[in-house]
């Protein structure tokens, strides 16, 4: 056993260490001509002080001529409080050329209170082009830091006046393509070119694999500017050192927008345009925590080995060597678990509740190990946005089935008759959706009142209704029919009518299964941090190869502890282990939470507001139910198959 698992993550880690990363993209590439307009968009505005997303036109920016127009969006962007519309920002491939865009009306006091407030939140602009969000780059203590979108406005620490950003300085990255034997026609900002064959003709084109940009802010004469018209061009201008030439917001200003584009070639390819947003930051520090789970595994897997080897194997041996007389008088001066033989596989307390969680824990485990498993393929590629959350929502809607199945089965196990399965099967749908249902809407409800993007529109509120009570409970309940036909696991051996009465210990079992939770947690908590600074900072999360080795490594703990933790039990002839093995695991799920309060008051110390920190807590919340129903699955199950091997080498009279 230990050996193959050895030499197993070995291997893993060697091959993820010599292969080349590669993603599917989630776009189609488009190739542009000398000339040919290019479509920036927009999203939400975003804030890691608030974690409140708000629309772009919320505030007195330029509209596109023909009014503003929403893109299409998936599940998982609408969940994300994306809102992606179409700008007024147009670009000419390879045309460098300073822009005016176009002069507000005086701002009003509601205008000028949004944008100061905005400004000192923090809040960020995300601009899309080609399916590449814009870039920055900034200096903090001689060090360069990339960020993506730029600030609405900043606020001088010398002085109390806020500033707006007017004037934009893009950079458009672009890298020739050269194709033989084809004639580009046409291509455009939502689909893939038309090409058709041509003979003997190269066609060139260019590539967008870069968009970065340096905010300005800029006062300019209102008169001057009010006798121009959208995308006339102006004379190029320098970002001012000086406040007094920057544009201040105030009530009774008119604010002039304009931008200038430059293009560069570069030899980075298509493929790769990705790259600079995904930098792996903190490579050793993954490995660090890699290496300090196979610690943890290997201690573990050595009590184990002892427990099995030693004492197991040697109690069992001189067990079945006595013959009957013997065995008889043997029973008399036995401890430890030999003693709970009748009482091992007495029903636990609340067991429907008990079916429930075990059947939700699989469902999660399984979304969790197959998303996670695409992504680190590259099938999930951060450049479609939603895709891993629409994907997850999926997952958990068609393992639905193995839910309901593995319930059932469980609930004939315990029971020793099918009836009651149409309940389990049911509470199996909606426990956990339910849970998260009640929290979403709880949450919602507060984004409404902020009138925040994040808020769910009641519009999809029915959709995801739909896809809970259209797909996933007919597919519990069909799961759930397929448990009543299969076998129920046989015990090997007889439960006693009477239950054996447990002896007095002199502390509670339950400090020693929440001290157990610590040993999980250590070999996730370093990967947990980049987790939620890629949720809560806006930094993209792609090391999705380190992130599948800790979640096998996460299995193999949970396993183990639990193992460890019921033999324990048992040995102090305690036979309610159901529970314990479940919670000996499951109760990561505590630390999880505890370590994401310490990330919300050390790490996001400028989360400003009650509303910004109930949304971490009811988000983090949902994240720990999931995780103890997970881990909590993969323990018990582990220590019933760990039990019944157990108790199926005893010979029983």
Same mark, same amino acid.
């Given at each position: 056993m230990m050996p193959a698992m050895f030499w197993f993550l070995l291997f893993l880690?060697?091959?993820?260490?010599?292969?080349?990363?590669?993603?599917?993209?989630?776009?189609?590439?488009?190739?542009?001509? =000398?000339?040919?307009?290019? @479509?920036?968009?927009?999203?939400? $505005?975003?804030?890691? /002080?608030?974690? !409140?997303?708000?629309?772009?036109?919320s505030l007195p920016y330029c509209k596109p001529l023909g009014g503003v127009k929403k893109s299409a969006e998936n599940l998982g962007e609408l969940l994300m409080g994306d809102q992606i519309d179409n700008s007024a920002y147009r670009?000419?491939?390879?045309? =460098?050329?300073?822009?005016? @865009?176009?002069?507000?009306?005086? $701002?009003?006091?509601? /205008?000028?209170? !949004?944008?100061?407030?905005?400004?000192?939140?923090?809040?960020?602009?995300?601009?899309?082009?080609?399916?590449?969000?814009?870039?920055?780059?900034?200096?903090?203590?001689?060090?360069?830091?990339?960020?993506?979108?730029?600030?609405?406005?900043?606020?001088?620490? =010398?002085?109390?006046?806020?500033?707006?950003?007017?004037?934009?300085?893009?950079?458009?990255?672009?890298?020739?393509?050269?194709?033989?034997g084809v004639e580009i026609i046409g291509t455009g900002e939502e689909g893939l070119g038309v090409i058709s064959e041509a003979d003997d003709k190269k066609a060139t084109g260019y590539e967008i694999v870069g968009f970065e940009v340096v905010p300005c802010s800029i006062k300019y004469d209102p008169e001057v500017m009010t006798k121009l018209h959208m995308y006339d061009n102006i004379t190029s201008v320098k970002c001012p050192a000086d406040i007094d030439k920057s544009q201040i917001i105030r009530e009774q200003e008119r604010i002039s927008f304009t931008y200038e584009v430059e293009f560069v070639k570069s030899s980075t390819r298509w493929p790769s345009r990705w790259d600079a947003y995904l930098k792996m930051e903190g490579a050793r520090v993954h490995w660090f925590s890699i290496l300090n789970s196979l610690m943890v595994i290997f201690f573990l897997a050595?009590?184990?080995?002892?427990?099995?080897?030693?004492?197991?194997?040697?109690?069992?041996?001189?067990?079945?060597?006595?013959?009957?007389?013997?065995?008889?008088?043997?029973?008399?001066?036995?401890?430890?678990?030999?003693?709970?033989?009748?009482?091992?596989?007495?029903?636990?307390?609340?067991?429907?509740?008990?079916?429930?969680?075990?059947?939700?824990?699989?469902?999660?485990?399984?979304?969790?190990?197959?998303?996670?498993?695409?992504?680190?393929?590259?099938?999930?590629?951060?450049?479609?946005?939603?895709?891993l959350l629409t994907g997850m929502i999926f997952l958990y809607l068609f393992l639905g089935i193995i839910a309901g199945y593995v319930a059932v089965r469980m609930w004939m196990t315990i029971k020793g008759t099918a009836e009651g399965w149409k309940s389990v099967s049911w509470s199996v749908a909606c426990f956990f959706p339910g849970i998260v249902f009640v929290i979403l809407t709880t949450l919602n409800f507060m984004l409404w009142a902020s009138k925040s993007t994040g808020a769910i529109p009641i519009s999809l509120y029915f959709v995801l209704l739909a896809l809970w009570f259209c797909i996933s409970v007919p597919l519990t309940l069909l799961g759930g029919l397929f448990g009543t036909r299969a076998e129920p696991i046989q015990y090997p051996v007889r439960t006693n009518q009477i239950p054996r009465e447990i002896p007095a210990r002199k502390y509670p079992s339950w400090l020693l299964v929440l001290g157990a939770g610590t040993l999980p947690f250590g070999t996730l908590f370093i990967e947990l941090f980049f987790i939620l600074s890629s949720i809560w900072l806006g930094r993209f999360y792609y090391v999705f190869g380190f992130l599948l080795i800790v979640l096998l490594l996460l299995v193999v703990v949970c396993a183990e502890?639990?193992?460890?933790?019921?033999?324990?039990?048992?040995?102090?002839?305690?036979?309610?282990?159901?529970?314990?093995?479940?919670?000996?695991?499951?109760?990561?799920?505590?630390?999880?939470?505890?370590?994401?309060?310490?990330?919300?008051?050390?790490?996001?110390?400028?989360?400003?507001?009650?509303?910004?920190?109930?949304?971490?807590?009811?988000?983090?919340?949902?994240?720990?139910?999931?995780?103890?129903?997970?881990?909590?699955?993969?323990?018990?199950?582990?220590?019933?198959?760990?039990?019944?091997?157990?108790?199926?080498?005893?010979?029983?009279d």
């Open positions: 880690v060697l091959f993820l260490q010599v292969c080349d990363g590669f993603y599917l993209p989630g776009s189609y590439m488009h190739t542009y001509s =000398n000339g040919e307009p290019i @479509l920036a968009k927009v999203n939400s $505005l975003t804030s890691i /002080e608030t974690e !409140l997303p708000f629309s772009y036109y670009f000419r491939m390879n045309v =460098n050329e300073t822009v005016f @865009l176009c002069i507000t009306t005086p $701002l009003s006091e509601h /205008e000028v209170k !949004l944008l100061k407030q905005r400004t000192r939140d923090l809040y960020q602009v995300n601009m899309i082009l080609d399916n590449l969000p814009v870039m920055r780059f900034a200096n903090q203590n001689g060090v360069s830091i990339q960020w993506t979108g730029f600030p609405v406005g900043y606020t001088p620490s =010398n002085s109390n006046d806020d500033f707006i950003i007017n004037h934009l300085k893009f950079t458009v990255l672009v890298h020739e393509y050269v194709g033989s050595g009590i184990v080995f002892v427990i099995f080897l030693r004492t197991v194997r040697r109690d069992l041996t001189r067990y079945e060597e006595l013959d009957k007389e013997a065995q008889a008088q043997m029973n008399e001066e036995l401890s430890g678990w030999k003693l709970v033989v009748g009482d091992v596989f007495r029903e636990p307390e609340h067991s429907k509740l008990f079916c429930v969680m075990v059947g939700d824990g699989i469902q999660i485990t399984g979304m969790a190990v197959v998303t996670i498993i695409f992504a680190a393929f590259g099938f999930m590629s951060p450049a479609s946005r939603g895709m502890v639990s193992v460890v933790l019921t033999y324990m039990h048992l040995c102090v002839e305690d036979w309610r282990w159901w529970w314990k093995a479940f919670f000996a695991s499951g109760s990561v799920a505590l630390y999880v939470f505890l370590y994401s309060i310490n990330y919300l008051v050390f790490d996001l110390q400028s989360l400003s507001g009650p509303v910004s920190a109930i949304l971490y807590l009811g988000y983090s919340l949902i994240m720990a139910i999931a995780i103890m129903l997970s881990t909590g699955t993969i323990g018990f199950l582990m220590s019933f198959y760990f039990v019944h091997y157990l108790f199926s080498s005893v010979k029983i």
